[in-house]
């Protein structure tokens, strides 16, 4: 299966993401949607599972839950906004970690993008970094990878330029 990861929206959906995306099987959104749209848009790409993270309202909590723990291909994955940092994962999370023992945490909330082996935890921590325009990062940036029989592979990285505001 081929998976496409983004965060940090804040409203604004590009259309590079939105390309870079156009072949996969599942989007995976780690929060701080915006609005209802982004949801849409991404949606009619293919099955989205999306998050609701610290600023969306309560319509896109209502249709985005706060956590969202499955089993894709053989791979157990939790997506939340807010996780922390490996292995410092805030109470939450650690909890989800001890309870469900997943081989993957996709998270957003820094605008940091980080992917890395959590040694301690034993799971792949993913953060896409920000793809809107609110916040410090300078570049935009979303994740492409596959996932086949519990493995995840060919990880791609789109980085495309963040908007300037006009003066």
Request: proline share 5%.
């Amino acid at each position: 299966m081929k998976i496409g990861i983004i965060s940090d929206t804040h409203g604004i959906l590009d259309e590079k993401p939105v390309n870079f995306f156009s072949e996969c099987d599942e989007i995976w959104h780690a929060g701080d949607i915006g609005n209802k749209s982004i949801l849409e848009k991404l949606g009619s790409i293919c099955t989205l599972r999306a998050v609701s993270g610290n600023i969306d309202s309560k319509i896109e909590h209502w249709t985005s839950p706060e956590h969202h723990l499955f089993v894709l291909e053989g791979m157990q994955v939790l997506i939340i906004h807010i996780a922390g940092n490996p292995p410092g994962y805030n109470r939450e999370v650690y909890r989800f970690i001890t309870r469900h023992n997943p081989d993957m945490l996709v998270c957003g909330h820094s605008h940091i993008l980080k992917v890395m082996f959590d040694k301690v935890n034993h799971l792949l921590f993913i953060n896409p970094g920000a793809a809107g325009n609110q916040g410090f990062h300078t570049v935009k940036t979303a994740i492409r990878m596959k996932i086949k029989s519990g493995k995840p592979s060919e990880m791609e990285v789109l980085e495309w330029e963040r908007h300037k505001k006009r003066p």
